[in-house]
Every structure is written in C-alpha cells, then in structure tokens.
C-alpha cells in the first residue's frame, strides 16, 4: 500500500492550508504556555479567551476554505470521470432508471 502526500495545487489551496496550520498552532504548548497568566480577558480567564478565539478561528477557516475551494457541481461531475457536463458525482453507468 502506498501513501502519498497531497499538497494543494492553487493559491488558495495554500492560504487555507496557512490558516489551517496557523490556528492549530495557536492552540498547542508553547503558545498556551504564553496565554496562561493570571489576568482576565473581557471578563474571563485568558486562558478561556484564548480557547473561544481557537473557536472561531477554526470555523473561519473551515469557511474560507469552503468558500475560496468550491467547486462547481459540473466541474465535479467532469473531475468525476462521467464525461458528462452536469453529471452527478459519483454516478455509475448509464442506466435506463430515474433518478427520482
């Protein structure tokens, strides 16, 4: 079995992949040593402040990438292998049957 890695292809594919990293590493030791002090943060330990901001930097980059990496139903039919424009990912054959 071989593994191989895959490493984006556009800009785009390159800035979610930068977000991505960068707010997993904002939510590892060394930068958690750093927020860990005994002050308070819009009412709450900094500690805590940190964690909401890990949060929301997690959805915003899930949203970018779903955003900036999107991809159009016909292109993903193409990328599919059907041949056809508009096809259905992962469609299989071309059977007689309805879709409904």
């Known amino acids: 079995m071989s593994s191989s890695l895959v490493?984006?292809?556009?800009l785009r594919g390159w800035l979610v992949l930068a977000a991505s990293v960068a707010v997993f590493a904002a939510g590892i030791w060394p930068v958690i040593a750093l927020?860990?002090?005994a002050r308070l943060v819009?009412?709450?330990?900094?500690?805590?402040a940190?964690?909401?901001l890990i949060?929301?930097?997690?959805?915003?980059?899930?949203?970018l990438g779903n955003r900036l990496l999107h991809r159009r139903q016909d292109e993903a039919g193409e990328q599919a292998g059907?041949?056809?424009?508009?096809?259905?990912?992962?469609?299989v054959g071309k059977g007689g049957g309805s879709d409904e």
């Open 82 to 91: 059907n041949g056809e424009k508009g096809a259905r990912v992962g469609k």
């Open 55 to 63: 949060l929301v930097g997690c959805t915003l980059t899930m949203l």
């Open 7 to 10: 490493v984006p292809t556009s």
């Open 35 to 37: 927020v860990n002090q």
């Open 50 to 52: 940190w964690s909401y």
């Open 42 to 48: 819009l009412g709450l330990p900094a500690l805590v």
